[in-house]
């Protein structure tokens, strides 16, 4: 069992940046993929960014050149750097974690994940 505790959303005008952390009460760094997801107000869940526990990383295209994906194995904390923020970047960000084979941005195949932080992009 994995608890997950991201931190770090807020609010920031169309061109700045954030950072997201979000905790692990385990080691992930072995074997789980880890990934973050964001869900705006009506509509459906989609993954933004994850990490492998071998390093691969995969983005979705919307935020590939603009955000990192990253992960300090010694404190359990998974990171995310959101740089060139854009309106549409507009949402509840969540980090969830599995440890299935393959790591990919299919939200079905996590099996844990944070509460969420918020995110707030004006233009």
């Known amino acids: 069992q994995v608890q997950l505790a991201e931190s770090g959303g807020g609010s920031v005008e169309a061109g700045g940046s954030l950072s997201l952390s979000c905790v692990a009460t385990t080691s992930t760094s072995s074997e789980y993929c880890m990934g973050w997801f964001r869900q705006a107000p009506g509509k459906d869940r989609e993954g933004v960014a994850s990490?492998?526990?071998?390093?691969?990383?995969s983005y979705t295209d919307s935020v590939k050149g603009r955000f990192t994906i990253s992960k300090d194995s010694a404190r359990n904390t998974l990171y995310l750097r959101m740089d060139t923020l854009r309106p549409e970047d507009t949402a509840m960000y969540y980090c969830?974690?599995?440890?299935?084979?393959?790591?990919?941005?299919?939200?079905?195949?996590?099996?844990?994940w944070g509460q969420g932080t918020q995110v707030t992009v004006s233009s």
């Open positions: 969830a974690a599995h440890s299935h084979w393959g790591c990919d941005l299919d939200r079905a195949r996590y099996d844990y």
């Open positions: 990490l492998d526990f071998d390093g691969s990383t």
